[in-house]
């Protein structure tokens, strides 16, 4: 038995920051993750 390693890049929105009253401006970060599975 082993495991398998993956690689996947997450995009989520980060960095918001409010304008005036009603309005969200937020950034795009990009993120790395290391999956881990099982075999």
């Given at each position: 038995?082993?495991y398998r ?35």
């Amino acid at each position: 038995r082993g495991y398998r390693r993956d690689e996947v890049i997450v995009v989520e929105r980060c960095a918001c920051t409010f304008h005036w009253c009603c309005e969200v401006k937020c950034k795009l970060c990009r993120t790395k993750k290391v999956i881990y599975t099982c075999l």
